[in-house]
């Protein structure tokens, strides 16, 4: 039998879904699941979004062009001038959802070897897309300890070495709900400033901060105007997370035109995603104020009855909707498994994201779990529910510091 490539076995499994068949096998049992595994928000689409569905009139459903329609690529930046963010349509490329857009990104600025700092824990299909253009993570960890801060500036120029080409930031940040600042992003533009290194922003979750807190765009970071590779995406701005369109922004000419190069190979974005994000532009402000306030609603409820289970840990996040929970269990991968196999109250279990899977340093993460805070309340207060009972029961519990019960 052929053998397969070494690098396809190099590719790490999702945390996020690796999980499934056993959530699958729970469902068949007749158990129900809660999934606060994946980011996939119960918040109903635009009708704006729907209405360019049910009326569509094509006679063909067309190619494209490969950076996307223009009138799409036109109106989105017009969407993103009004955010603050001054581009042109030319500056843009539709992709195939953000991992498309990091992808190009990291095919296009780094060689094979080459080195991407990144705070960690962190989106975890990062590590999947680094591997695959083979491309090394180097990662400067945070903790909850500090509710995820991003680590001291002097720590992550200690990283760079002769190899590294770029530095990667989510903000807000997934999975831990943390909202870089002003200030710190400055940090960050003084050292890709220093090292003439390109700085990816995976600005996903912009609209979902709270507390009062901004969230500053590295579009608008002065001196390195085309070190700058914007990441985007509709899925959880619209809660269109299937039609999978992302963009990749940049100003940098040189960085556009090889990008369009791999959008080329690919032929082109999604024609019918392109058209609902064309028309999602046009949902009224009062949408984005209602999902926020639901958002906020949810975020409170779930980090307090985290906090109540004895023995969990969990920091208050102020962007995005997740959040990184420490919980007193010898091995999250192997309990997320157990709740899904061997657990269930009143027919109930829940799904959830084990945290080494967010980080590149072994070991990490290991008592930790991303929670989506994704579903209505009522849904949230039953898993937070079904998680305590887990908790007390779980054979391999421990005191909440690590230690055995």
């Not at 705070?119 to 680094?130: G, H, I, K, R, S």
């Not at 600005?203 to 901060?209: C, I, T």
């Not at 390195?224 to 914007?230: A, D, F, K, Q």
């Not at 994201?353 to 805070?373: K, M």
Request: charged letters at 25%.
């Amino acid at each position: 039998m052929p053998l397969l490539s070494q690098r396809s076995k190099n590719i790490p499994a999702s945390p996020i879904r690796k999980l499934i068949p056993y959530a699958e096998g729970a469902v068949k049992r007749g158990i129900k699941v809660y999934h606060l595994n994946i980011g996939q928000p119960d918040i109903h689409t635009p009708e704006v979004a729907l209405n360019a569905m049910r009326n569509l009139d094509k006679k063909v459903l067309e190619y494209s062009h490969s950076a996307g329609y223009e009138s799409y690529r036109r109106k989105l930046a017009g969407f993103y001038r009004n955010a603050g963010i001054d581009i042109s349509w030319d500056q843009t490329l539709i992709t195939t959802g953000a991992s498309e857009a990091i992808s190009f990104a990291v095919n296009s600025c780094l060689d094979y070897g080459d080195e991407i700092i990144i705070p960690e824990p962190f989106y975890a299909n990062y590590n999947a897309l680094a591997s695959i253009a083979g491309v090394r993570i180097v990662s400067v960890t945070s903790g909850i300890e500090v509710d995820f801060a991003l680590p001291p500036v002097s720590e992550i120029e200690k990283k760079i070495s002769e190899k590294t080409r770029a530095i990667l930031l989510c903000n807000p940040n997934n999975p831990t709900g943390y909202v870089y600042s002003a200030g710190e992003l400055d940090q960050i533009r003084e050292l890709v400033k220093k090292y003439n290194l390109f700085l990816f922003s995976d600005e996903a979750y912009r609209e979902f901060a709270y507390d009062g807190q901004k969230v500053v765009s590295a579009m608008n970071l002065k001196g390195i105007e085309e070190n700058v590779i914007l990441i985007d995406s509709v899925s959880k701005r619209y809660s269109e997370c299937g039609i999978r369109i992302g963009v990749l922004i940049s100003r940098n000419k040189e960085v556009m035109s090889t990008v369009l190069r791999y959008g080329q190979s690919r032929l082109s974005p999604p024609g019918l995603g392109q058209i609902v994000a064309e028309a999602s532009i046009d949902t009224p402000p009062e949408y984005f104020t209602e999902v926020n306030r639901e958002y906020l609603a949810r975020r409170n409820f779930i980090v307090d009855a985290l906090n109540r289970i004895p023995g969990v840990r969990c920091p208050m996040p102020r962007g995005a909707f997740y959040t990184m929970a420490r919980l007193p269990v010898d091995d999250a991968d192997k309990f997320a498994q157990w709740l899904l196999e061997e657990f269930e109250y009143e027919k109930q279990t829940v799904m959830i994201a084990p945290g080494s899977g967010f980080y590149s340093t072994p070991g990490l993460g290991r008592n930790e779990a991303r929670i989506a805070y994704v579903l209505n309340i009522g849904d949230l207060r039953n898993a937070a529910m079904v998680l305590e009972k887990a908790l007390k029961v779980y054979p391999g519990r421990t005191q909440g510091d690590g230690s055995s019960k």
